[in-house]
């Protein structure tokens, strides 16, 4: 592709056509990895500044930034692709970081357990509900660790609540048992 620009060419500032809808479609597709972090017009804006950014570094400039020229808009596309790719890929290990920092009640699990224990639906549950629904209240955190993975196996979500509630996973499904009782 030559860079010289005649009257009816488009300016080189705008974003080509086919860049502009594979950009368009791909953060529709993938806009649930930063949801809750920022809007899908923000993601769309830094669609944009990847491609002007790639478009800068690769093409407009080549030389300033010692790459080698692209003469292929195909060339150009692909590594526009990858920057977006990296760039949505940052920004959702940003959301997890941020979700992580951030506490996500007001309430301490300290402040509900009153209510909890004298619930009429946890004082008529099954022994091992109640084991389970009161370790949860005592320790939430733990419910959001990370499963463990011995012998090449993930936990299952029955081991680590039975874990919780110091039960047998062998006896119990508390999975289901909650399930069951709720519904």
């Known amino acids: 592709m030559k860079k010289t620009q005649s009257s009816n060419q488009k300016s080189t500032l705008e974003m080509d056509g086919g860049a502009r809808k594979w950009m368009y479609k791909y953060i529709h597709k993938n806009y649930w990895k930063v949801a809750g972090f920022m809007e899908f017009e923000d993601l769309l804006q830094e669609g944009y500044l990847c491609y002007y950014a790639t478009k800068d570094r690769y093409y407009d400039n080549a030389e300033k930034y010692n790459n080698v020229p692209v003469e292929n808009i195909n060339?150009?596309?692909?590594?526009?692709?990858?920057?977006?790719?990296?760039?949505?890929?940052?920004?959702?290990?940003?959301?997890?970081?941020?979700?992580?920092?951030?506490?996500?009640?007001?309430?301490?699990?300290?402040?509900?357990?009153?209510?909890?224990?004298?619930?009429?639906?946890?004082?008529?549950?099954?022994?091992?509900?109640?084991?389970?629904?009161r370790a949860l209240m005592n320790k939430p955190e733990e419910l959001r660790k990370s499963y463990a993975i011995k012998q090449g196996r993930r936990e299952t979500t029955n081991e680590r609540l039975c874990a919780l509630a110091n039960l047998d996973a062998t006896r119990y499904n508390l999975p289901q048992m909650i399930r069951d009782y709720l519904v």
């Open 75 to 133: 060339h150009l596309m692909t590594l526009f692709q990858r920057s977006l790719f990296s760039q949505i890929v940052d920004l959702a290990k940003k959301r997890t970081k941020f979700a992580a920092e951030t506490p996500s009640d007001d309430l301490s699990s300290s402040d509900l357990l009153p209510a909890v224990e004298d619930s009429t639906i946890i004082a008529h549950a099954p022994e091992p509900i109640q084991k389970i629904l």
